[in-house]
């Protein structure tokens, strides 16, 4: 996975996100040799994660994730007790690196409903980028998750649009936007957002990079919402 910094410094790698998940979960986890623990996860989750978005979450078999990992069964259950289990380690995630990004916007930037819009949807985007595989098991999969999985899978996804309709609310107030339903046009933008991970083939075929997508989705969203004059 490519290093791309959607948090200035921060770098989102599978073996950075999977050690992460160990520290998290260090007591539910019995390996204790550093050196293997986050390697083998990251074998683990990138297996989980190419396994579920190609042929779905229920139709994944711990016997496929050990194969295709190159574990053997005893070796998974060292990490997980259940294949709902490591679902949950990997929605918790998604959901952490998202209120870590949402709460790393500069001061100066928040001050600015304008420039705080722009730094959302960029970073959204190339958060996104370099979690393509999580983001799409957790919007693609969510309906056929167990229920508080799935309540954890929308949870996720409704910060960031939480976050906008704060964004439209400030900048209404300040004169900045014309936006008379905010919480309808967070929910408007949150679909752009999420086109970048879900249709990536579609963009690519069209020569779309991520920055032309970046400046055409803030473009697009700036003329529906700023204020005239």
Not at 111 to 131: G, K, N, Q, T, Y
């Amino acid at each position: 996975m490519a290093k791309i910094e959607a948090v200035p410094g921060r770098t989102y790698t599978t073996e950075e996100l999977c050690g992460r998940i160990v520290e998290r979960h260090r007591e539910r986890i019995k390996v204790r040799k550093p050196a293997l623990v986050v390697a083998n996860l990251s074998r683990i989750v990138t297996a989980f994660l190419k396994l579920s978005n190609r042929q779905g979450f229920h139709a994944t078999s711990l016997r496929e994730l050990a194969e295709a990992s190159g574990l053997s069964m005893g070796g998974l259950y060292t990490y997980f007790d259940s294949k709902e289990t490591l679902l949950l380690m990997v929605l918790d995630e998604v959901a952490d690196t998202m209120r870590e990004l949402l709460a790393a916007v500069p001061a100066e930037v928040a001050a600015d409903p304008r420039a705080h819009l722009r730094w959302l949807i960029a970073s959204h985007v190339r958060l996104s980028e370099a979690m393509q595989p999580w983001f799409v098991f957790a919007f693609m999969e969510a309906k056929s998750f167990p229920p508080s999985a799935r309540r954890s899978a929308v949870d996720s996804e409704m910060l960031a649009e939480a976050e906008l309709t704060a964004i439209f609310e400030r900048g209404t107030q300040a004169g900045v936007f014309a936006v008379a339903e905010p919480q309808l046009a967070a929910a408007l933008v949150k679909p752009l957002l999420q086109d970048w991970y879900v249709k990536r083939a579609k963009y690519r075929k069209r020569g779309i990079g991520i920055d032309a997508y970046i400046e055409g989705v803030t473009g697009f969203v700036e003329r529906a919402t700023l204020k005239a004059g």
